[in-house]
């Protein structure tokens, strides 16, 4: 199975970028990188997801480097709301079934 | 957006009583639900993979019996917390995907207090 290390917390300040990597040296060629994140309290909620090339959306970017062994989640202006723990899953595929498994994540605290 | 509605969001009931918590996906289709369980400050717990019209699949450890869920059609998946205990008392939060590669989109979960 496809697992990932991220370090459990990280902190920033307003206004600048949060850079949140994830470390997955086990992926398999044909497996994604999911980001998603919780709120205190919440659902998760899915932020981007990528195979080989970056990917950018309205919530964010994501890096993933040219072995594909790690990738890097930017918020290019974080807010308080954005403070959350997020959490980078791969794909993990048992007998052609697609089984979402979530590490620790990581705690991000965004201040003022 | 694709949205995932998750009901009760809250929830307590006396040991021995049986609750029903309701995952439904109100704008797509899920193939495939799955349901997590979340203590306090620790990550989420897959408990189940539920696909539409099938048996669900229980992950190691969690009792079928006990944790019954139903996903009658491709918009609701149902989970049964019977003969509940206050060891039951915990986050659960259910997740629903379109296609086999599609994001998972999240219910904001039901909080469940067993007294």
């Known amino acids: 199975d496809a697992k990932t290390t991220q370090p459990p917390s990280m902190d920033c300040a307003e206004g600048r970028a949060a850079n949140l990597p994830c470390n997955h040296s086990t992926i398999s060629g044909n497996e994604y990188v999911y980001w998603y994140r919780q709120i205190h309290s919440q659902g998760p909620q899915y932020i981007i997801h990528?195979?080989?090339n970056n990917e950018t959306n309205e919530m964010a970017s994501l890096i993933i480097t040219e072995d594909r062994k790690s990738s890097t989640l930017i918020l290019p202006h974080a807010t308080l709301r954005d403070t959350a723990v997020y959490y980078c899953?791969?794909?993990?595929?048992?007998?052609?079934?697609?089984?979402?498994?979530f590490g620790r994540g990581t705690s991000l605290i965004v201040h003022p | 957006g694709a949205v995932v509605s998750q009901h009760p969001s809250r929830v307590i009931c006396k040991s021995g009583t049986s609750v029903k918590i309701e995952c439904r996906s109100l704008d797509f289709q899920a193939t495939t639900m799955f349901w997590y369980r979340q203590f306090p400050k620790k990550s989420l717990m897959l408990m189940a993979t539920s696909n539409e019209g099938s048996k669900a699949t229980y992950e190691q450890g969690v009792e079928k019996d006990k944790f019954l869920i139903n996903h009658a059609s491709l918009t609701l998946s149902t989970l049964t917390v019977t003969s509940a205990h206050p060891e039951d008392s915990s986050f659960y939060i259910c997740s629903a995907r379109e296609h086999y590669n599609s994001p998972l989109h999240f219910g904001n979960g039901t909080r469940l207090t067993v007294t």
């Open positions: 899953i791969v794909r993990v595929s048992e007998g052609g079934s697609y089984i979402p498994t």
């Open positions: 990528g195979l080989k």
